[in-house]
């Protein structure tokens, strides 16, 4: 029988690479979509006739509800969440809406439609924030530093909840942070890469940052998405630390990148206070021992492989608009 999956927030990064690895091991996919007057679908073109996509919004119980009585899936994946820290501060109700409450939505959904449909969500590393040890695993208790980070800990214990409450399939990933050309451009290691080809390309001239000393432990997004669907086809329901065990410093992000095209940084990169966050994680550095040992699964793409694919893709991108508006 071929399996069902509903994938919330499938515009995004995750979504794009999601979607693409559930077609290949042979899924209906749907993608859960909000309503709004210009829809962007620049990630999914390549997908766009191979994917469902319907409407729904984490903020209306009834159309999660409804959909999910509509697409019957085998699985949810809930990716979708304001999921910029930044804005957190800035509109911290609705970060709270959608990335806490919107669980609740769905687990509720799930209760009432078919309570055997498995369920995945979307943590976050940003949870141990003010971290409490190194690394941080599954164990590592949470210290969240944003009213992002302080929703995505109610999201992964409401989702713990329900599994002990209703006996429901429901697994929470926790994620570091996983990049990937698809990245949106306001997170750092796209912001800096697109930077680099513009610089690079003589677009552009100067590339403002906030902190330089932070440092997260980042992967590719691609492996992630492996590390999601393996949660769902275990025996058990569970939580995992998806990582890549190694941590960087924005610095050296700025480094490998400009690097990577032959440029001294320090000329091109200004430290500007805009970008400074009202309460920082400094630093953040995964164990994913549990996911190696039980998922079999581990990262394949390393840091600097990482960031110079990122580079390379935005080189491509930027030659490719410059000759089009030549023409
Ligand atoms: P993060 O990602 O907050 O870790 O959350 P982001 O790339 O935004 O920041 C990483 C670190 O870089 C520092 N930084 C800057 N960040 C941005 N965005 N812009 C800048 O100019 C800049 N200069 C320095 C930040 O201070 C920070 O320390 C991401 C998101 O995808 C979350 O949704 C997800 O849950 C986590 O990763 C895991």
């Known amino acids: 029988m071929t399996q069902r999956a509903l994938v919330t927030g499938v515009t995004g990064q995750v979504g794009a690479y999601l979607a693409d690895f559930l077609l290949g091991k042979g ?3 749907y993608g859960m979509i909000r309503r709004s007057a210009n829809e962007e679908f620049e990630r999914l073109e390549h997908l766009r006739d191979r994917i469902h996509l319907e409407h729904g919004d984490l903020l209306d119980e009834m159309s999660i509800v409804n959909l999910i009585e509509k697409v019957r899936p085998h699985e949810i ?3 979708a969440a304001q999921t910029f820290v930044p804005t957190s501060w800035l509109q911290p109700v609705l970060t709270g809406d959608c990335t806490a409450l919107g669980v609740t939505r ?3 959904a799930i209760r009432k439609v078919d309570e055997s449909i498995r369920f995945y969500q979307a943590s976050s590393s940003e949870m141990f924030g003010a971290v409490q040890e190194e690394p941080q695993s599954e164990t590592t208790p949470f210290y969240p530093r944003s009213p992002y980070g302080v929703a995505k800990v109610y999201g992964h214990w409401i989702t713990v909840n329900y599994r002990e409450s209703y006996d429901m399939f429901a697994c929470s990933g926790i994620l570091f942070n996983h990049e990937s050309p698809l990245r949106g451009k306001d997170f750092v290691t796209r912001k800096i890469s697109d930077a680099a080809a513009r610089i690079k390309l003589g677009v552009q001239k100067k590339l403002k940052l906030g902190n330089l000393d932070a440092q997260r432990d980042w ?3 691609g492996d992630y998405v492996r590390a999601m669907w393996l949660m769902l086809q275990q025996d058990e329901p569970d939580d995992y630390v998806i990582a890549t065990g190694e941590s960087h410093s924005v610095r050296e992000c700025v480094e490998v990148a400009f690097g ?3 440029l001294d940084w320090n000329d091109y990169v200004e430290v500007d206070s805009q970008f400074l966050r009202p309460a920082e994680v400094h630093r953040l550095r995964g164990d994913a021992g549990k996911a190696r040992e039980k998922l079999g699964w581990q990262p394949e793409v390393h840091f600097t492989e990482l960031i110079t694919m990122m580079v390379d893709a935005d080189l491509e991108r ?9 023409e």
């Open 260 to 262: 990577h095209v032959d």
């Open 27 to 29: 899924y209906e996919v």
């Open 219 to 221: 992967g590719y997004a």
């Open 77 to 79: 994946y809930n990716l």
């Open 318 to 326: 930027v030659r490719f608009e410059l000759e089009s508006d030549d």
């Open 106 to 108: 769905f687990l509720e």
